[in-house]
């Protein structure tokens, strides 16, 4: 398939949940090729750096330490107008401003615990990327 980029997290919550399971179905099902996946546990530092455009913001150190406190599912995937349609797939990230049916409104907690992470450009789905996967773990 050719088509754009973009990067995921399934979060933490949602891993210790069981929750990657259903979400990585509704991401196939949606036509997403995965291309590249793996499961990291992100150090505070490596949260910090990932999060960076956000530092000094009043929710950064709860997002760090929640985003290092589990195993967590990176890829990235590959579709269509990627960034645009798979944030229609996972809904708003206040779950409860998310349209139903969306992996957000199927299985977050919280805005913070929104259950994924997706790109919100095609820059940071680059940069996103770039972060966690080197060019030969890219299929």
């Given at each position: 398939?050719?088509?754009?980029?973009?990067?995921?997290?399934?979060?933490?919550?949602?891993?210790?949940?069981?929750?990657?399971?259903?979400?990585?179905?509704?991401?196939?099902?949606?036509?997403?090729?995965?291309?590249?996946?793996?499961?990291?546990?992100?150090?505070?530092e490596q949260a910090e750096s990932f999060y960076?455009?956000?530092?000094?913001?009043?929710?950064?150190?709860?997002?760090?330490?929640?985003?290092?406190?589990?195993?967590?599912?990176?890829?990235?995937?590959?579709?269509?107008?990627?960034?645009?349609?798979?944030?229609?797939?996972?809904?708003?990230?206040?779950?409860?401003?998310?349209?139903?049916?969306?992996?957000?409104?199927?299985?977050?907690?919280?805005?913070?615990?929104?259950?994924?992470?997706?790109?919100?450009?095609?820059?940071?789905?680059?940069?996103?990327?770039?972060?966690?996967?080197?060019?030969?773990?890219?299929?």
């Amino acid at each position: 398939m050719n088509g754009a980029i973009t990067f995921s997290i399934i979060k933490p919550n949602a891993v210790r949940t069981g929750k990657a399971g259903p979400i990585l179905a509704m991401i196939n099902e949606a036509g997403f090729e995965v291309i590249a996946m793996k499961m990291v546990r992100m150090t505070l530092e490596q949260a910090e750096s990932f999060y960076e455009v956000h530092k000094g913001k009043s929710f950064f150190d709860s997002l760090v330490e929640f985003m290092s406190s589990g195993p967590v599912f990176v890829m990235i995937l590959r579709h269509e107008n990627a960034v645009e349609e798979f944030r229609k797939l996972i809904g708003a990230t206040d779950p409860a401003k998310a349209e139903p049916g969306t992996i957000r409104k199927l299985f977050a907690i919280s805005v913070q615990m929104n259950a994924v992470h997706g790109s919100d450009s095609d820059e940071n789905a680059q940069r996103e990327s770039d972060f966690f996967f080197t060019t030969s773990e890219r299929y």
